[in-house]
């Protein structure tokens, strides 16, 4: 049974707090797709067939942004139809994989365990 909150209808609040979880991981599932290079709809699609859903409009200010904190890489790729920008982690992007993937298993542990209880 879902409980009314704030004046809000269940389904809202539901879909309102589920947005908020899902935007914490999109980070660290970005950063996990791109240990070889991708251009964005690639990204999108790939991330898709995982089974996480994810816009244009969410991902490319990500990308964007990852890439001005000095995760990413980028070029322009101009052989195809049309020009396409790649992004890729670099060393430093790497190295916040590895710290964000051992930060997200110690929060999944954690959180087993007070589902659980």
Do not use: F
């Given at each position: ?111 087993e365990k007070l589902l659980a209880s």
């Amino acid at each position: 049974m879902l409980c009314m909150v704030n004046n809000q209808e269940p389904t809202e609040t539901l879909d309102k707090i589920s947005q908020e979880l899902r935007r914490g991981v999109l980070i660290l599932a970005t950063l996990s797709q791109l240990r070889e290079e991708k251009y964005g709809y690639d990204l999108i699609s790939h991330l898709a067939e995982q089974g996480l859903e994810i816009d244009q409009g969410t991902l490319y200010p990500l990308l964007r942004r990852l890439e001005s904190q000095g995760l990413l890489a980028s070029s322009w790729n101009v052989d195809g139809s049309r020009p396409r920008r790649y992004y890729k982690l670099n060393e430093t992007g790497q190295r916040m994989l590895a710290d964000l993937t051992n930060e997200w298993r110690s929060l999944t542990d954690v959180m087993e365990k007070l589902l659980a209880s």
